[in-house]
């Protein structure tokens, strides 16, 4: 069975600080795909990034970056000088490619809250 | 950009009533999906649906779930006797195809059980 867990459950940061959410999964499978995704105050889910197991190189899209290491089943997010419009829940999610479905099992999520 | 929908956004029923909650997915994508968030709460998967078929359900899924795709466009969620515990906000996804892709959500339909 796969597990995410997500040990923040709620951070709080001033503006510009650099903040980084943490993500732990468990999956037998050898081949499998991390997400992010935010949900904001007005609660709808908006896809942030993709990561497949045999990728491991880690990926920045403007002050956003993840960083998976495999090694220690990690996919953690990291915002660089954060906005008040950073404030969201985050979730992090996994998917096994195995699966009939592909569903995803999602982690408990973070609130980030950022203070002007 | 094409994007997923939902209706109604916050629909309200009495305990025991039936419910039908509406998708419309993104048009060309094959694979829908439904996931269940109680307030406060993870994102919860409910059910998969490829092909015209269940592909995938979880424990929460019971009898009283049921999904179907009418037509070419809609997919839709009937509950059919409500629990307060069905109070949550439900949300619709699809997926382009075979290889894996992200899944693409609607803005949810908030259920309240009274």
């Known amino acids: 069975a796969q597990k995410v867990t997500q040990a923040q459950t709620e951070i709080s940061v001033v503006e510009k600080e650099d903040v980084t959410l943490d993500c732990v999964y468990e999956t037998r499978d050898t081949t499998y795909y991390l997400f992010w995704y935010k949900q904001p105050p007005s609660g709808e889910l908006v896809f942030l990034i993709r990561?497949?197991?045999?990728?491991?190189q880690n990926e920045i899209s403007g002050r956003y970056s993840w960083n998976f290491q495999k090694s220690t089943s990690s996919f953690n997010f990291t915002i660089t000088a954060s906005q008040v419009v950073d404030s969201a829940v985050y979730f992090c999610?996994?998917?096994?490619?195995?699966?009939?479905?592909?569903?995803?099992?999602f982690g408990g999520g973070t609130r980030l809250m950022v203070k002007p | 950009e094409p994007e997923v929908t939902q209706t109604p956004s916050h629909q309200v029923t009495q305990m025991g009533q039936e419910v039908i909650l509406r998708c419309v997915p993104i048009s060309n994508h094959l694979y829908f999906y439904w996931y269940r968030q109680i307030l406060g709460q993870k994102v919860e998967f409910l059910v998969s649906f490829y092909n015209n078929e269940i592909s995938e359900k979880s424990e929460i899924f019971d009898d009283q779930f049921s999904v179907e795709r009418p037509d070419g466009s809609n997919f839709t969620l009937k509950i059919r006797s409500t629990k307060l515990e069905d109070s949550a906000m439900y949300f619709c996804?699809?997926?382009?195809?075979?290889?894996?892709?992200?899944?693409?959500f609607g803005p949810g339909t908030r259920l309240t059980v009274l």
């Open positions: 999610a996994l998917s096994e490619a195995q699966g009939a479905g592909n569903m995803l099992t």
């Open positions: 990561r497949n197991s045999f990728d491991e």
């Open positions: 996804a699809s997926r382009p195809g075979p290889l894996l892709n992200e899944q693409f």
